[in-house]
């Protein structure tokens, strides 16, 4: 939903201007995440470990399969 990619560099906090608080929505606004390995590995190889601040903002839509944020700091970049 966004017109530039996100660069993830460690270290660095990512943030949004804008998030989808809708829990009927499966994907919407914000920094989409995946609860465990297994499925972030749905999306793609390369594994980014994050850390949210839980009172920034944060929606968990009701199928559960991920979750999106306003903001989020890279800890790690596992390829």
Not at 49 to 59: A, R, W
Request: hydrophobic share 35%.
């Amino acid at each position: 939903m966004q017109n530039d990619k996100i660069k993830y560099e460690i270290g660095k906090t990512i943030s949004v201007d804008y998030l989808n608080y809708d829990i009927f929505t499966s994907c919407g606004h914000g920094i989409n995440l995946s609860p465990t390995i297994k499925l972030a590995k749905n999306w793609g190889d390369k594994i980014i470990k994050v850390e949210v601040p839980f009172l920034k903002g944060i929606c968990i839509p009701l199928q559960h399969k991920k979750f999106r944020v306003k903001e989020c700091k890279v800890i790690e970049i596992i390829e």
